[in-house]
């Protein structure tokens, strides 16, 4: 059974404060809405389709994740979420509210488990504490908490069935399962949890905080990789060389089979072992006259794409070029506009530098330029 999930992040969050709001808020060194993506990439859910505020659409995802822009209602973000999934529809989908970073993968599978034999299913916890009546800041009355439920997210439906509950609806439901049952669906309740919290207010935070702490072992962790680069270079006969991919005039080339643009290869380097890729001679072999002369534009555009393919994205690259002359500082800007458009990255993303080894060792007799480099990978 195709099962897809829509996070529902539309709303602003503002009784949790912080300034910003609560779904992207930093939780136990993510952001909110990390936590909740994740667990249903644990539990295998896909697609996943995040529904956002009109105010959030270019907030960093990662690249799987499918986004929909909210409506002024949780159901209205709802059905927008529903659509997007509607040009390929799952046999059933999760709808599940941003707020509850807690969700486990267990409980997950319990819903999606529950929707192979139920039309809708919804996670829910027995009300052990009693119940009060109110007015005024007095207490009216008793509620007998016999039969009575707390709700939960994820709550799973068929897709076509809670796709036409939703477009039936009047709207102003307080979930889906309203949704659904005034629908004339059936739903299942399955065991929720009790660390299955929604972040509401302030002190919430530091509650989730504790729980996620306690069960970081259970949800993927973050893949970056980091890959340095070292090359090296000596100086020949020649009367500019090519730094970075940038024409540098100098009073020597750099002697290479390529173009010896020894910072290119530095940074092509870091990405080969960001990925245990080995180097350029792997994959373009010195010995093989096709590569002679070649455009080092060539090997880091090729390191880049293998990078994409793999899904990485390239979080940022440094890299430090060695040598006394020329100057680096005047072409630094131009170099690393250059790089950034062979990764298809954007240029706050690159640092290029100089240094000079204080007139010692082989680059300090000018005898050539030396480079290294740095590059980190991020499973997007």
Same mark, same amino acid.
């Given at each position: 059974?195709?099962?897809?999930?829509?996070?529902?992040?539309?709303?602003?969050?503002?009784?949790?404060?912080?300034?910003?709001?609560?779904?992207?808020?930093?939780?136990?060194?993510?952001?909110?809405?990390?936590?909740?993506?994740?667990?249903?990439?644990?539990?295998?859910?896909?697609? *996943?389709?995040?529904?956002?505020?009109?105010?959030?659409?270019?907030?960093?995802?990662?690249?799987?994740?499918?986004?929909?822009?909210?409506?002024?209602?949780? #159901?209205?973000?709802?059905?927008?979420?529903?659509?997007?999934? $509607?040009?390929?529809?799952?046999?059933?989908?999760?709808?599940?509210?941003?707020?509850?970073?807690?969700?486990?993968?267990?409980? *997950?599978?319990?819903?999606?488990?529950?929707?192979? =034999?139920?039309?809708?299913?919804? +996670?829910?916890?027995?009300?052990?504490?009693?119940?009060?009546?109110?007015?005024?800041?007095?207490?009216?009355?008793?509620?007998?908490?016999?039969?009575?439920?707390?709700?939960?997210?994820?709550?799973?439906?068929?897709?076509?069935?809670?796709?036409?509950?939703?477009?039936?609806?009047?709207?102003?439901?307080? #979930? #889906?399962?309203?949704?659904?049952?005034?629908?004339?669906?059936?739903?299942?309740?399955?065991?929720?949890?009790?660390?299955? *919290?929604?972040?509401?207010?302030?002190?919430?935070?530091?509650?989730?905080?504790?729980?996620?702490?306690?069960?970081?072992?259970?949800?993927?962790?973050?893949?970056?990789?980091?890959?340095?680069?070292?090359?090296?270079?000596?100086?020949?006969?020649?009367?500019?060389?090519?730094?970075?991919?940038?024409?540098? @005039?100098?009073?020597?080339?750099?002697?290479?089979? =390529? @173009?010896?643009?020894?910072?290119?290869?530095?940074?092509?380097?870091?990405?080969?072992?960001?990925?245990?890729?080995?180097?350029?001679?792997?994959?373009?072999?010195?010995?093989?006259?096709?590569?002679?002369?070649?455009? =080092?534009?060539?090997?880091?555009?090729?390191?880049?794409?293998?990078?994409?393919?793999?899904?990485?994205?390239?979080?940022?690259?440094?890299?430090?070029?060695?040598?006394?002359?020329?100057?680096?500082? +005047?072409?630094?800007?131009?170099?690393?506009?250059?790089? $950034?458009?062979?990764?298809?990255?954007?240029?706050?993303?690159?640092?290029?530098?100089?240094?000079?080894?204080?007139?010692?060792?082989?680059?300090?007799?000018?005898?050539?330029?030396?480079?290294?480099?740095?590059?980190?990978?991020?499973?997007?």
């Amino acid at each position: 059974m195709k099962t897809a999930a829509i996070i529902v992040a539309a709303g602003r969050g503002t009784r949790a404060g912080g300034g910003l709001p609560k779904q992207w808020r930093p939780l136990a060194g993510r952001r909110v809405a990390d936590w909740t993506i994740s667990a249903f990439d644990a539990a295998g859910t896909a697609p *996943i389709v995040v529904v956002l505020h009109p105010d959030d659409g270019a907030v960093p995802l990662p690249a799987h994740v499918l986004r929909a822009t909210g409506g002024a209602t949780r #159901d209205a973000s709802v059905r927008a979420g529903l659509e997007a999934l $509607a040009g390929d529809p799952p046999d059933a989908v999760l709808i599940h509210d941003i707020a509850r970073p807690c969700v486990t993968p267990a409980l *997950i599978a319990r819903v999606t488990a529950a929707l192979e =034999s139920a039309e809708a299913a919804a +996670p829910g916890l027995p009300v052990s504490d009693a119940l009060w009546h109110g007015d005024r800041g007095a207490v009216t009355g008793t509620q007998d908490r016999t039969g009575l439920l707390a709700a939960q997210t994820p709550q799973g439906f068929r897709f076509a069935a809670i796709r036409a509950a939703h477009a039936a609806h009047p709207g102003g439901a307080a #979930d #889906d399962v309203e949704v659904a049952r005034a629908a004339g669906l059936a739903v299942t309740v399955v065991e929720g949890e009790a660390d299955n *919290i929604k972040i509401t207010g302030p002190g919430d935070f530091a509650r989730a905080e504790r729980i996620l702490r306690g069960t970081m072992d259970q949800l993927p962790l973050p893949d970056i990789r980091l890959g340095n680069g070292y090359d090296v270079h000596a100086f020949g006969p020649g009367d500019h060389v090519i730094l970075c991919g940038v024409r540098v @005039d100098h009073g020597h080339g750099l002697v290479g089979h =390529s @173009d010896a643009d020894v910072g290119m290869h530095a940074i092509t380097d870091a990405l080969y072992g960001a990925m245990a890729e080995g180097d350029i001679g792997r994959h373009f072999p010195p010995t093989d006259p096709q590569w002679k002369g070649a455009a =080092s534009e060539i090997f880091l555009a090729h390191a880049a794409g293998l990078a994409r393919a793999r899904g990485f994205a390239i979080g940022n690259v440094d890299c430090t070029l060695v040598c006394e002359r020329p100057k680096i500082g +005047p072409h630094a800007i131009r170099m690393a506009q250059e790089i $950034a458009r062979i990764c298809g990255i954007d240029g706050t993303r690159v640092s290029i530098k100089a240094t000079t080894s204080e007139r010692l060792g082989f680059t300090g007799r000018e005898e050539g330029i030396a480079a290294l480099a740095t590059a980190t990978l991020v499973k997007a």
